[in-house]
């Protein structure tokens, strides 16, 4: 029989995809003072993999991705999520969201992502949010599954992951007592 173990801490990762540029320092500031200080910023390119959300959004948007310094318990997922969509709600306009925020975590062997949409390659976490593993980390690099979306696949979001598990795999061995809740 094997024996149960608590999982490790991870880095918590999010992604953000909006139009208006003023609005990625916004959520930064917020998502820091909800979750700890951000220790590794992407830089912010172009998001063009999709015609998704340009309806709601409008066209020409720009994707950027942050990590957190403080590790998380990897159960609160669906909490990080409901907030995160609230917030969304917080800085829509008229109905439509100006901001889309998806929160994940990083392992030592995975990008895990959290969703409102079931689907075939997706488990249920509770509180109506499924997580996704969308990368796995093998021989030193993130590979993708058939389901990874394209701007995943990207190397500069790859190599940005990269980064941030590096800082994650420093930052597990001081354990920083870890983000347990909202």
């Known amino acids: 029989m094997g024996k149960i173990q608590e999982p490790k801490k991870a880095k918590l ?16 500031t917020a998502l820091s003072e909800k979750f700890g200080e951000i220790d590794i910023k992407s830089c912010i390119f172009p998001f063009d993999y999709t015609s998704y959300y340009n309806e709601e959004m409008g066209e020409g948007l720009k994707r950027k991705f942050v990590a957190f310094k403080r590790l998380i318990d990897q159960d609160v997922l669906p909490e990080i999520k409901l907030w995160t969509n609230e917030f969304e709600v917080f800085f829509s306009l008229n109905g439509k969201r100006r901001v889309n925020i998806d929160p994940g975590y990083i392992t030592e062997r995975k990008l895990v992502l959290a969703s409102t949409k079931d689907s075939y390659h997706r488990i249920y976490l509770g509180r109506g949010i499924y997580g996704e593993i969308t990368l796995y980390f093998h021989n030193g690099k993130f590979l993708d599954f058939p389901w990874t979306y394209p701007d ?31």
């Open 13 to 28: 990762v999010v992604g953000m995809i909006s139009q208006d540029y003023s609005l990625f320092e916004k959520v930064d």
């Open 152 to 182: 995943y696949r990207e190397d500069k979001t790859k190599e940005f992951l990269i980064a941030a598990r590096k800082i994650y795999l420093k930052e597990r061995k001081k354990d920083y007592g870890g983000y347990q809740g909202i």
